[in-house]
């Protein structure tokens, strides 16, 4: 059994950053909140997200597994504008979901759950941690996605880069440290990592967001953030590319 109420842009900050790796998605709920763990198809990216019932206006909860189609609930979101409540309740009984938007109502069939599979979380240590400001990277990649198919992040004591070379060009995002929320890092560090995956990661956390970036030598790079107004968690991890010598 799940019912609950949020806000549009509660469920709307959920939805991008979950569709930006799956297009279905298997949602735990309990009466904590609800989680997710998923990869996405060609295994190179993952997420793990838990919302906790304190970022609902109101919540009540069994456990339970829910199994949503991303692409019906943006089109419910469509409905919605900012500050509206969303209305939510599993129709057990017909496999539903009913979404309740001011006076529209849909029921959606939920997706079945049987194939999808529970990662586990790797364990990774990582040498390097950078926290910056969301918008700065926003602009970097607006900037960089054009030049390359790959990224290079780095980090040392002094800063950040991030770096797009291609055949002709490059864009180069350099942050020093004084421009940073704040820098853990004590050697040089430097991972390649696919333009395409990174890019839609950084597009999808929200403006005002503080962005957490875990970073070693040529390991996967996870991204920590909050959103919800911090009652949301969410983790993105991301295999890096290696370079051929």
Do not use: W
């Amino acid at each position: 059994m799940f019912q609950a109420k949020l806000k549009s842009e509660t469920l709307k900050s959920v939805v991008d950053v979950v569709s930006t790796l799956i297009d279905e998605a298997k949602f735990k709920i309990d009466a904590n909140g609800l989680s997710l763990k998923a990869v996405d198809p060609a295994h190179v990216a993952m997420i793990d997200l838990h919302i906790d019932k304190a970022a609902f206006e109101q919540f009540s909860a069994n456990d339970t597994e829910l199994g949503l189609d991303l692409d019906k609930l943006r089109d419910v979101l469509r409905l919605s504008k900012s500050g509206d409540i969303i209305e939510m309740r599993q129709d057990e009984e017909r496999n539903r979901l009913v979404i309740t938007v001011g006076n529209v109502t849909r029921r959606m069939n939920l997706v079945s759950t049987d194939g999808m599979a529970d990662p586990k979380v790797p364990n990774l240590t990582l040498a390097a941690k950078i926290s910056v400001a969301i918008e700065e990277l926003q602009r970097g990649i607006k900037a960089a996605e054009s030049i390359s198919d790959h990224i290079s992040l780095n980090a040392n004591p002094e800063g950040f880069e991030m770096i797009s070379e291609g055949d002709t060009d490059m864009v180069s995002l350099k942050l020093p440290k004084d421009l940073l929320v704040s820098l853990d890092c004590k050697d040089a560090i430097r991972s390649l990592f696919p333009m395409d995956y990174f890019s839609n990661m950084i597009r999808a956390i929200p403006i005002g967001t503080v962005l957490v970036i875990n970073l070693g030598n040529d390991l996967p790079v996870r991204l920590d953030f909050e959103i919800a107004g911090g009652k949301g968690k969410v983790k993105y991890l991301l295999a890096p590319r290696i370079e051929n010598d």
